[in-house]
């Protein structure tokens, strides 16, 4: 009958420990990224006003979705809501700068 040497990961090596640590790294993304799918799914079930208030767009989550596999689309999702509201500023700026000129009379750029 064969034996088996087994130790405490801290015993192993460092190269084995950090071959360990980078699967488990890996796996835990993974994970994170099955669950946060699911979650981003569920959005779909939100009606265009509840996305709107949340500052996406039906089209933000489909587009999420349709990321690779391994990927995280909530991380998409951050990034369509943050660049929608920075354009949002941008144009609210724009406008207030538009009716300050025509205020005072001045040329806009």
């Known amino acids: 009958m064969a034996e088996i040497a087994t130790r405490p990961l801290h015993r192993l090596g460092g190269g084995a420990a950090a071959v360990v640590r ?43 979705l349709s990321s690779p596999t391994g990927t995280d ?3 998409r999702l951050r990034i369509f809501a943050v660049e929608r ?11 207030e700068a538009q009716r300050a000129a025509r205020l005072t009379g001045e040329a806009v750029e």
């Open 22 to 64: 980078g699967a488990v790294s890996v796996v835990a993304s993974l994970v994170r990224s099955w669950r946060n799918r699911r979650v981003v799914g569920d959005l779909l079930e939100f009606d265009d006003r509840m996305l709107a208030d949340i500052g996406l767009m039906r089209g933000d989550v489909t587009a999420a």
């Open 85 to 95: 509201r920075a354009g949002l500023r941008a144009q609210a700026i724009e406008r």
């Open 73 to 75: 689309p909530s991380t």
